[in-house]
T-cell receptor
Framework: QQKVQQSPESLIVPEGAMTSLNCTFSDSASQYFAWYRQHSGKAPKALMSIFSNGEKEEGRFTIHLNKASLHFSLHIRDSQPSDSALYLCAVSGSNNRIFFGDGTQLVVKP | EAAVTQSPRNKVAVTGGKVTLSCNQTNNHNNMYWYRQDTGHGLRLIHYSYGAGSTEKGDIPDGYKASRPSQENFSLILELATPSQTSVYFC?????????????FGSGTRLTVL
């Protein structure tokens, strides 16, 4: 069964810094890799997804995927206080199931 | 944007009572999911469905039943609620067999079992 682990558990960065979040998975057959963001008291919301090895950039956010290393990451350029949230990585498994990590709690200090 | 509506938003139940959480989506997605989220944890899959009439067990199905009477509606049923089921429950629709591939979540139901 798919195992998804995130690091670090929590992170505090100053405004304007580059933030890097990591996710590892166990099933090399996985095809869908995504990051979701959840502000306090709100529902998770999809941020970005990627299907093939490499990099994808959308605004200040970049995903890197390395299937051979069973690893993908999210990088946030010029981090803002509004980016403070719980970040959840998601990976597909068999039968259209999507598995989530336990999350990284990000705090961006002004 | 895709819409998923959960009810109720908050629920207080007594131990041994029956609880039904409801979810409605207007996106015509085939897949629907029920997750629970506990403090300090991510999302754990309870039950999911591929379409009307189907339900599948997720990772933590014990103590829960699910019902998918139509494309739009997916319910989670706690026949005999226990305090360990106190949590926030999220319903989602979408998934890999749709053009959306993304999961769209409802606003959640905060359940307290006393």
């Amino acid at each position: 069964q798919q195992k998804v682990q995130q690091s670090p558990e929590s992170l505090i960065v100053p405004e304007g810094a580059m933030t890097s979040l990591n996710c590892t998975f166990s099933d090399s057959a996985s095809q869908y890799f995504a990051w979701y963001r959840q502000h306090s008291g709100k529902a998770p919301k999809a941020l970005m997804s990627i299907f093939s090895n490499g990099e994808k950039e959308e605004g200040r956010f970049t995903i890197h995927l390395n299937k051979a290393s069973l690893h993908f990451s999210l990088h946030i350029r010029d981090s803002q206080p509004s980016d403070s949230a719980l970040y959840l990585c998601a990976v597909s498994g068999s039968n259209n199931r999507i598995f989530f990590g336990d999350g990284t709690q990000l705090v961006v200090k002004p | 944007e895709a819409a998923v509506t959960q009810s109720p938003r908050n629920k207080v139940a007594v131990t041994g009572g029956k609880v039904t959480l409801s979810c409605n989506q207007t996106n015509n997605h085939n897949n629907m999911y029920w997750y629970r989220q506990d403090t300090g944890h991510g999302l754990r899959l309870i039950h999911y469905s591929y379409g009307a009439g189907s339900t599948e067990k997720g990772d933590i199905p014990d103590g829960y039943k699910a019902s998918r009477p139509s494309q739009e509606n997916f319910s989670l049923i706690l026949e005999l609620a226990t305090p360990s089921q106190t949590s926030v429950y999220f319903c989602a629709s979408g998934g890999l067999d749709t053009s959306a591939e993304t999961l769209y979540f409802g606003s959640g139901t905060r359940l307290t079992v006393l």
